[in-house]
């Protein structure tokens, strides 16, 4: 069986439930912040579901920018590879032959950096889940021109989920075993899955890896000057702090433009500001999307230091504790629940929420949503589906409360 179908089998089940519920609108779902974060709402072609943004005056995205993400991730592949053409090529047959791990078919954050990544090295243009014939080059900064070939492409999905660490490690076994020394380069759609790569090469063999995220366990790697040669912050404070601010905003009684300009272009009313990345609003997606930048060892020190934004000084003079519905699509995922989540929670002295987490298995939407008790008493929602696709589900859930 297909694993891709069973969410949206189950999907049918809950939505079933929700209609037999029956009932219009009634307890103001939509006067409440909702706020989707690391998983934006997308149609399956992954373009943002702009029906689903729509949904109220109080719907916002907040994440990082996924498309200029990709083509970060695909620049710093690409010069490395010009800076170390030669030392690369393994076999010296002028080939640099690489392996790719992609995240999740239907998640637009893995797509952008496949894309991205294909683009800088000329091996393809579209996010295609299988290795691309298109041969790439890279001109070397020595001026020797490299051929560029895909040797193998996979997305990375077990019973736990997408984005599998414990997968990827399979995959690379496997493609050790089948391409060997043609083998110059692996690249993979986020950390986790390059920690998976990497614990499976040979002995003291190094093979230049680069990942994407910026998770403390990678920065370690990258300092200490072995395989992992890369990879890129989501700038996850700036991200984070975007969803905390976006609710501070409301209880702080802002509307329309002051939702997502203040604490962000300016001062909120207690001084706060995001300082430690560029956090740019779209009106057409309203989305807020945080920076991305490239980490190597030159500065993966800072990078790991982790030290709370800056602009962030002053705890609410809003005494009361918000309670806020948390949703987090996986309770095993690496990077929510290694960076972004911990991250959070530094903040919440700051802003003052209650929060109640719930977390799911990574494949099913009901098991986030079968621990929806009590809509209603939440002041505002948090949102990060297991697919996707699948906002509308939760603003029906709200809405039917
Ligand atoms: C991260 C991945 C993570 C995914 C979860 C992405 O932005 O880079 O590491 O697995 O979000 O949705």
Redo the contacts with the bound molecule.
Sequence with gaps: MNKKLIPFASLALVAGVVTSCGGTTTSGAKEKPLIFY??QPTLANNSVDKEVMNWSDLTFYGGFDAVAGGDTQGKMIADYIKEHAAEMDRNGDGTIGYVLAI?QNS?N?SSARTIGIRKALGTGSTAEDKAQSQEGSVTANDGKTYKVKELAAQEMRDSAGP?SQAVAGTAMAGWINQYGDQIDLVVSN?D?MAEGMIAQYPEGLEIPTFG??ANASTLDLILEGGSMKGTIT?NHHAQVLTVLQLLRNFFDGETGEGMYTKGFKTADKSGNQILSANVAYTADTKALLAENGIVTIDNAQGVKDDVLDSGIKNKTADTTKHKVLWTV?SST????NQTYIPTVERYLEYYNYDITWIKGDGTQETSVTSGFTNLNNYEAYVVNMVEPTNGALYQDLLANA
Excluded: E, V
């Design positions: 690391n998983r995240g998640h954050d984005w986020n986790g994407y995220d989501q699509y995922d690496n990077f929510l």
